[in-house]
């Protein structure tokens, strides 16, 4: 392509911050030769990370940035207040050009609030949703919105659709991807008084593949692309996701070492069933995009490891590269 | 007790009736000798199915319905136009104090709809909430509410805390039940709308315990007894609990079919296995009574084989010798 996609990568957020944030910077750094990093935070501890790595030093800045946001801050004040932050830096960066994009680990709270309030929404998107890739039987569906923005309109609903389905045809490559609205049932008269105002809209949505309503139960199993509904709903599916899953392993683990019999099974199967376990734990993979902003902002999990964080940050060269942003808003103004 | 109980019992519901129903109601009528039953549906049908059993047939009796609800129909038309169909006719009797009870495998919609319009409302109840019994790691959890009425108010919300804290107390015996209201975050200021003006309903509200914001993570590990949510909410997690199991137990599978080795380990964990999937994929234990009706109306899933229906109509006894309308009634007015 040419150009670079310059990436602000919050190196003090989250569970395993930096090393695991330096890491996975450094890996996709040298895996992708058209992308530059910027590494936000305390200068002198990016420096002592980044010493144990050889890495093509032309293509990594650094930006020192005094403060941290803890998860316990209130999201709106800490980014008021903490101007000096990394999140806040990032976003700063992106605000004014510096960056395309910036990845954190850090507090989801503050991340959504600075996305809205610093990087700021595209011309006409009345929410920026925030969207995890969450796994199916069939493989990823983009739920979208699971931000803090609750209690959403109709219309911002459209838009969510929209905004998902530009992100699943273009950055996760689905041709064509098949949009569902969550309700309580599959036929068309159901639901809650936004769900029903929201249903016709839908369908009469241009450039979307609308396929009418989803009930939770099927969304594991992957019968649509994009999962639309509001924050509140969104973030129960998630948790839920993550919830279930962990019981079940627990229930799953407590069984197995019930018995001698059941020890000797669970060693045969032991390497499957940590695959399994990594494939759901987590729920969101890679990074959740916080989608309709002036630029991209992509929010990594608190646990994310290296390799997450290392694709959280190449899934935004296909964002800059496919215009994401331009084709949203083309999409959003065009009906 | 002296007393009787008596449970009109849908014998043409669910997909395995008449057989699996009238197997449970024999059970149930011969291990309870407090108990009445009035088996409701097709006389012939019904006769020739019970003429397989020994029971005891002073207490069983049956009355002819000529219809029966399918699970396609308009809820609210079905029970309107079918006025001979089984859920209708048990719910007269419930009405009209033939029966204390009534249990039934079929139509969700009708039983929730007929429990509203024929059954009706105690004085002071709001709506009626449906509250199934979730499988948690400590045992279950009061899902309240799971019905068809969503977007209820604040109010509403606070009688179904108290409403399914008599009955976690009375009939499940949990001592002092934890109450908690599902929400996106644990500090008291999250929330959408709803829950915002609900929280210091609840922590205000005399005779529960209200422990506070439950995130949906949280609920299959089991930190609260009583999980006080709007019914479009509660209709999510009860499907995702259903829809994660499913599509986690088909990896499993997958996973462990991979290869000779966990072939092996499949064969000595199958029953363990097993006993998991089924303790997980039905979601609902036994019956969900629908509550703050003038009379008990137990909601068995569908898929219900003969000891869930047991337990459905074994669960009636108590709901009437604890008086447990009586009880719901003295705690909405108490305050």
Chains 1, 2 share one sequence.
Not at 73 to 86: G, L, Y
Not at 155 to 172: C, D, R, T
Not at 275 to 303: C, I, M, R, T, W
Request: with cysteine.
């Amino acid at each position: 392509m040419g150009e670079f996609t310059t990436v602000a990568v919050d190196a003090m957020g989250g569970d395993d911050a930096p090393g695991v944030i330096i890491k996975g910077a450094v890996d996709a750094v040298t895996e992708k030769s058209q992308l530059k990093l910027v590494l936000v935070g305390d200068r002198e501890t990016i420096e002592k990370e980044l010493s144990g790595y050889t890495y093509d030093k032309d293509r990594v800045d650094i930006r020192h940035a005094s403060q941290v946001i803890s998860n316990d801050e209130s999201p709106v004040a800490a980014i008021r207040n903490k101007k000096d932050s990394s999140i806040v830096v990032c976003q700063k960066m992106v605000r004014d050009g510096q960056a395309d994009a910036m990845v954190s680990a850090g507090s989801t709270g503050a991340v959504l609030a600075g996305g809205q309030l610093i990087v700021g929404r595209l011309k006409g998107v009345e929410r920026a949703p925030l969207a995890p890739l969450i796994p199916t039987e069939k493989g990823f569906s983009l739920l979208i919105d699971c931000g803090a923005n609750v209690d959403a309109r109709p219309s911002a609903l459209v838009q969510f659709a929209k905004m998902g389905s530009v992100y699943m045809e273009h950055i996760i490559g689905i041709k064509d991807p098949k949009v569902a609205i969550v309700n309580i049932g599959a036929e068309e008269e159901k639901g809650n008084q936004l769900v029903k105002e929201t249903y016709p809209l839908l369908k009469a949505a241009k450039g979307i593949h609308f396929i009418g309503n989803i009930e939770a139960r099927d969304i594991p199993a992957g019968k649509a692309d994009v999962i639309v509904c509001e924050a509140f709903v969104g973030n129960v599916i998630l948790k839920m996701y993550e919830g279930v899953a962990s019981t079940l392993f627990h229930k799953i683990k407590e069984g197995l070492m019930s018995s001698v019999r059941t020890k000797m099974g669970a060693l045969l199967i032991k390497p499957t069933l940590k695959n399994l376990v990594k494939q759901f734990d987590a729920a969101e993979y890679g990074g959740a995009p916080l989608l309709g902003l002036k630029g991209l902002v992509v929010k990594s999990h608190g646990s994310s490891n290296a390799l997450e964080i290392k694709n959280s940050i190449i899934q935004c060269i296909a964002f800059k590269e496919q215009d994401i942003s331009g084709k949203i808003g083309d999409m959003l103004t065009d009906n």
